[in-house]
Every structure is written in structure tokens, then in C-alpha cells.
């Protein structure tokens, strides 16, 4: 409001209004007597020899009598009367509120400074201030430049800086035990000359009126140790006008030592990828991940089908991803050289002809799964082939951001191995056949001599005729029909004996083990016979074809037979049993072999199988160790089992998937009957 020399009221804002409950035109006019019930010698007081004034009164007001808090300055005439008095003020109770508001900023303040795990000073800059304006005063224009020409300089104005307040941050941070040990003059122990220029370029943002300044620095504790910070300088325009700053340091030792053991693995973890005996590659998926994210968003289920039916989809994804790191090793087994390495893309490590490679390995961390080795052929660029084992570590939890790594085996030496390996099994099997052929010679002897006798009689015969004076063609054609069909029997036995001598690749083809059996028995018939074996066959219906070379599994059989015979000379006659029966158990064909012989000890199931174990005096112990061979290289097993009377084993192959609806193909042997079997003409014989 505004009060002429009178005290009548001239003046009356809507802020009078609020204040007092009274609208203006009641107020212009009136006297502070009659209108606020103020004395009238109280109010002339107030201004004499002064012209401001300020403090507490009571008025009245349209809500009764209130405590006023307040402020008068004068305004005289050129004879230094009073003309006007300009009045400001407002309610005690909002007066308590803004005082009770400023006790709890300041509070929250305190609470802060103090609580925060960072270091703080207040500090009085006000000293620094006027000797850096002075310094410009006097001509210096590159104030930076200035003050690192000389470092005494710098610390005497630090001499000047005044902490008046640190928090308890502070205290730990620079080993002090009480505040007094850091407040007051004493910056400059802080500071060691390394970081001078840090000190500076604070000074230097203050003078440009910057509204912070931070760097990262090193300051000395009370010790002497060094300690690593993030120093930070900020001012209000407020505490700027009082000359205060605010001065944070943030203990970064943590974090740098942290980031040193980060740096040292990583320096491990590079010198290992780039050592490893293995082909290593670490892969970027980040842009190819958001592709992935639209293929599911599309609904798109097999995304390995889906992008190689399109070569413009497969070329997008090979040129989203990305090889980080690739170490020597798998630039040499991919045939590279490190200059034709590629920032982007990954169609120079893979091109086209290895595209199924690459659209299997994204299909996996499309459908977030982990993906099992595999192996592949690869062609290098200069047209060699090497045969590679593909490993990627890629847990389906792992973060996109996360590079993928992948191993690279070169396994072409393992390959050849294996192949080796295979050739070595094959001759050994034959090795095992031409043995059997050897313990079955009176077999042999037997089958050939039948038709042998044959042939001989018939051929007496026909001399005999053609000396007579009238040769009875009739009966010439009769004796050269059963001499051709006698010549062709035992033909036909040795080729069974050449099939079994002869080695040969494995031909694996679909195949029924009621026909390998009764393809086998025949060259065992004589031995069945002579042992006075009764044999039992019960072939199950309906089971589904198998896989594998006839001339390996029919060995299995023969070999089977033979031992469950052998094995049956000290039992009394009239029990030497021999059943031959098959079943399915789950995704597996089984083929059982039981005989009544005196079987095993037991606890010797294993051995059996080895090479060179043998429970027979004259055996050499390679039979079984042959059919385990030949089994698990069918993907089976054969296993050995003590019965009360007797042994059994079970040989077990993993059958064709529905392969009972199918016919079998061309080249297959129709199965000969049981009878036809045993009679051992219409097929031929392998052990």
C-alpha cells in the first residue's frame, strides 16, 4: 500500500485486498487510525532521521485483529519531508510458514550434504574470485595459459579458497578424523601438481560463467595416497552472488581398479581366443536380431525354410550379421587370409553352398534354443574340402547385446580316422568270416559233395548209354538236365563261400530279420543236423524293416548259432534246444538267440565281448567282439544273458520309420521259406 505524510491511505493493490479482507474503494482515503486501529504517534515514530523501517504490528482486519510483519521506506521532498511511504507486508502466520518452509529446505539440505556417499565442500570462492578479476584487470586475456606458466601462482590462489563445510563423505574419503582438519585454507595440500591443470580449468569456467564444471583428476588424501576422483564444481546464480560453491568428488578407485581387472580379462580372454588350438569367431547379432523379431511378429515357424525358398531373404541376414573377432585358427581352416576380413556381413566367411549351414545356426537362436554341434563339408577358396565341427555357445538367456561364440574344429584328420578305422573293422570281420568258413569246412565238404555225386553219377550214366548200340535220347536229355541243374548247385554254394571270402563295402539297404536269418541258416544246417539240435524259429508278424548290410548281420547270426551249438556238445542230447525268435521293443527291433547249453559265469556278461576273450579251448576270442563291432556300427547293441539253463543274446537295431508300409526295394532277396532255408539252396550263405 501506499500512505501520504498525512497517514491517510493512497494507495491500495489487490495484495491488500487478500491481506486484509477489505476491497480498495473502502480502503483510499482512510486514515491508519480509523480503518487498521494503528497510533497515530506509533507510525510517525517509525521514520524519524531513517528512511526504511521494518517490523511487527498488530491491525485490524475484515478476520479480526492479526500480527503483521511489516516493511516501510520513505520517500521525501527536496526538503527531506516525507511525501509517501511505500508499504510492503504480509501475515505473521505466513511468515511462520515461509520460515518453517526455509528450516526444512534447509534441513533437507543438510540431510543431503551429509547423507550422500559422495564428497562435498562447501567452499567460499569470493577471495578467488577478486584476484582473478584483478589478474584481468590488469591485461591478462589467456587466464588458462597465465596460470599454468606458473604453478605458484595456482597455489596461491588456492591459499585464498575458504572451505567452510565438508560432509562426513569427505572425512572417510580423505582420512579425516574431524572436519576442522579440512575446512579453512588448506586446498592446496589437496591438490598435487599432476593435477594442476585440472584446478585450473575449474577457475577458467567460473570466470566464463560455465554452470558447472567436471573432469575426472587425481587429489591427495591426508596420508599422501593418491586417490582417483571424478571432480565436479557447480553454483546457482544465488550462491554465485554470495561467492559459494558447491565441490563434489566421486571416489573412482573402485571403479577403475574394476575396470583395469575388466581390461585384464580381457586381455587374458583375447590372447587365449587368439592361442586357442580351435577356430574361434565371435558373431554380432544385434541387426540381425530385430529381422528375427519381424519374422516372429509375421508368424513365421521354420525360419530356415523360410529364408533359403527366397535367396533375397538369406542374402539380408547374411549381410545383418556380423563377425567381431575371428583368431588365426579359423582363418586357416576356413582357407583365409586376415585381409579378407570384412567389418560387415558375413557372406565372405560363408558363401552361398554354405548358406543351409547358416539358415540351421539362425533357426536355433530364432526359436531361442541351444544349438548342438554339427558336423559339416566346406569348401575352401582354393576348391580344397575340409570337414569341420561347428560349435555355438548361445544359451537361449543370453542378452542380444552379447556377441555369439563360435568354435570351429577342423576334424578332417578324424574323418580319415574314422574311415580307417571302418576298414580296419571291415577286414576284421572278414578275417572273423574266413575263420568261421574255416570251422564250418565239413559243412562246406558236405554241401558241395551232394551235388558233386551228382553230377558224377549222372555223367557214368550218360557214358554208359552212349555206348549202347540205340542211345535212348530220351533218357540222355533227362541225365544232362539233372547234371546241368547239379553243376548249378554247386555253382551256387561257392558263390555263398566267395560272398563269405570275398570282403566287400557295406551296402546298407532296408532289410527284414526274418529274411537274414533264414538266409543264414543254411551254411549252419549241417552243424545243427550233426549236433542233433533241436531248432525252434518264431518270427513275430508285422515288424518293421531295419537298416544294414546283409552280409554283416547274417555274420552276427551264423556266428550266433554256431557258438549256442558249440557250446551244447556236453548236454545230453535229447535237451540241446536252439530258439530263434524276434520282437520290438520301443524304436528298436530285437533279434534273440536262447540255447540250452550251460551258459556263463555270471558277472562275465562284458568280457565276453572283448577281443580275445574266449570261454571255449580251442576259440579265439574275436566271434562276439566281430557282432558287437557290426552292431554298434548298425547303431544297435547286442547284449549277453545268464538263464538258468542256458545263454541268450539279444541283438537290437533300431528299425526303419515306418517302414512296414513300405515294399522293399529292387535288389532285395525275396524271403525264402523256412523250409527252403534249412534246405540251403535258394540263397547265399555268410557267416
Not at 605458484?152 to 563423505?169: F, H, K, P
Not at 557214368?460 to 540205340?470: K, S, V, W
Request: glycine share 6%; with cysteine.
Amino acid at each position: 500500500m501506499r500512505i501520504d505524510a498525512r497517514g491517510v491511505i493512497v494507495g491500495w493493490n489487490r495484495a491488500s485486498e487478500e491481506l486484509y479482507g477489505l476491497v480498495r474503494s473502502s480502503a483510499i482515503g482512510q486514515g491508519l487510525a480509523n480503518l487498521l486501529d494503528e497510533a497515530e504517534n506509533d507510525w510517525r515514530d517509525r521514520l524519524q532521521g531513517v528512511d526504511s523501517w521494518e517490523g511487527e504490528v498488530i491491525r485490524s482486519t475484515a478476520m479480526g485483529p492479526m500480527l503483521m510483519q511489516l516493511r516501510w521506506r520513505a520517500r521525501r521532498d527536496p526538503c527531506g519531508a516525507i511525501s509517501e511511504i511505500i508499504e510492503t507486508g504480509r501475515s505473521a502466520p505466513e511468515l511462520g510458514r515461509l520460515r518453517g518452509q526455509l528450516r526444512s529446505a534447509t534441513h533437507r539440505f543438510d540431510n543431503l550434504f551429509q547423507a550422500l556417499a559422495v564428497s562435498f565442500f562447501e567452499t567460499d570462492f569470493r577471495m578467488v574470485g577478486s584476484e582473478l578479476m584483478r589478474m584481468r584487470d590488469l591485461g591478462v586475456t589467456d587466464l588458462r595459459e597465465y596460470l599454468l606458466a606458473d604453478y605458484g601462482r595456482v597455489r596461491a590462489l588456492m591459499e585464498l579458497e575458504n572451505v567452510v563445510d565438508v560432509n562426513v563423505a569427505s572425512l572417510r574419503l580423505f582420512g579425516a578424523n574431524e572436519r576442522s582438519e579440512l575446512m579453512g585454507r588448506r586446498s592446496s595440500r589437496l591438490w598435487p601438481d599432476e593435477s594442476i591443470p585440472d584446478y585450473v580449468g575449474a577457475l577458467v569456467a567460473v570466470m566464463d560463467k560455465q554452470p558447472h564444471f567436471v573432469c575426472e583428476t587425481r587429489l591427495r588424501a591426508l596420508d599422501g595416497s593418491l586417490i582417483d576422483a571424478l571432480f565436479t564444481v557447480a553454483w546457482s546464480p544465488e550462491s554465485a552472488k554470495r561467492g559459494i560453491m558447491v565441490v563434489g568428488v566421486v571416489d573412482l578407485r573402485a571403479q577403475k581398479q574394476a575396470f583395469a581387472e575388466l581390461q585384464r580379462s580381457e586381455e587374458k580372454f583375447r590372447r587365449l581366443f587368439d592361442a586357442m588350438s580351435i577356430g574361434l569367431l565371435e558373431y554380432d547379432f544385434s541387426e540381425a536380431d530385430r529381422l528375427l523379431a519381424c519374422y516372429r511378429d509375421a508368424g513365421v515357424s521354420d525360419l530356415a525354410a523360410h529364408l533359403l525358398a527366397n535367396r533375397a531373404r538369406m542374402q539380408e541376414m547374411i549381410d545383418a550379421m556380423r563377425v567381431g573377432a575371428i583368431n588365426d585358427r579359423a582363418l586357416e581352416i576356413f582357407g583365409l587370409a586376415r585381409e579378407t576380413v570384412r567389418p560387415t556381413g558375413v557372406g565372405w566367411l560363408w558363401p552361398p553352398e554354405t548358406w543351409e549351414i547358416v539358415a540351421r545356426a539362425v533357426n536355433g537362436r530364432f526359436h531361442k534354443r541351444t544349438i548342438p554341434p554339427e558336423d559339416n563339408r566346406i569348401r575352401r577358396p582354393d576348391g580344397s574340402e575340409v570337414d569341420i565341427n561347428i560349435t555355438l555357445w548361445a544359451a537361449p538367456e543370453r542378452r542380444p547385446s552379447q556377441p555369439v561364440l563360435c568354435g570351429v574344429i577342423d576334424i578332417s584328420a578324424r574323418i580319415a580316422a574314422q574311415q580307417r578305422l571302418e576298414l580296419i573293422r571291415t577286414e576284421f570281420a572278414h578275417a572273423s568270416r574266413i575263420a568261421t568258413l574255416g570251422e564250418l569246412a565239413a559243412s562246406v565238404a558236405h554241401e558241395i559233395s551232394q551235388p558233386l555225386s551228382a553230377i558224377i553219377a549222372n555223367s557214368g550214366t550218360a557214358i554208359r548209354t552212349l555206348h549202347r548200340d540205340a542211345p535212348r535220347l530220351p533218357l540222355l536229355r533227362s541225365l544232362a538236365e539233372h547234371t546241368l541243374g547239379a553243376a548249378k548247385r554247386a555253382a551256387e554254394i561257392v558263390a555263398r563261400i566267395r560272398s563269405v571270402v570275398a570282403p566287400a563295402t557295406q551296402e546298407r539297404q532296408p532289410l527284414s530279420l526274418e529274411t537274414m536269418v533264414s538266409e543264414a541258416l543254411p551254411f549252419v544246417r549241417h552243424e545243427l543236423k550233426h549236433g542233433l539240435v533241436e531248432l525252434t524259429l518264431r518270427f513275430e508278424p508285422g515288424l518293421p524293416l531295419v537298416s544294414g548290410d546283409r552280409v554283416q548281420l547274417q555274420q552276427i547270426v551264423v556266428n550266433l548259432v554256431l557258438n549256442a551249438v558249440q557250446a551244447m556238445h556236453e548236454v545230453p542230447e535229447d535237451k540241446r534246444r536252439l530258439e530263434i525268435f524276434t520282437g520290438c521293443v520301443d524304436d528298436m527291433v530285437t533279434l534273440t538267440v536262447d540255447d540250452s547249453g550251460p551258459g556263463f559265469v555270471r558277472g562275465t556278461e562284458e568280457r565276453l565281448f572283448d577281443s580275445f576273450y574266449t570261454t571255449k579251448p580251442l576259440g579265439m576270442g574275436i566271434g562276439l567282439a566281430v557282432c558287437r563291432s557290426i552292431a554298434e556300427s548298425h547303431g544297435g547293441t547286442i547284449a549277453a544273458i545268464t538263464r538258468r539253463c542256458g545263454a541268450r543274446f539279444v541283438l537290437s537295431l533300431p528299425h526303419l520309420a515306418a517302414a512296414e508300409d513300405e515294399p522293399i526295394s529292387a535288389g532285395v532277396p525275396s524271403t525264402p521259406t523256412i523250409k527252403e532255408a534249412m534246405t540251403g539252396v535258394t540263397s547265399p550263405i555268410v557267416s
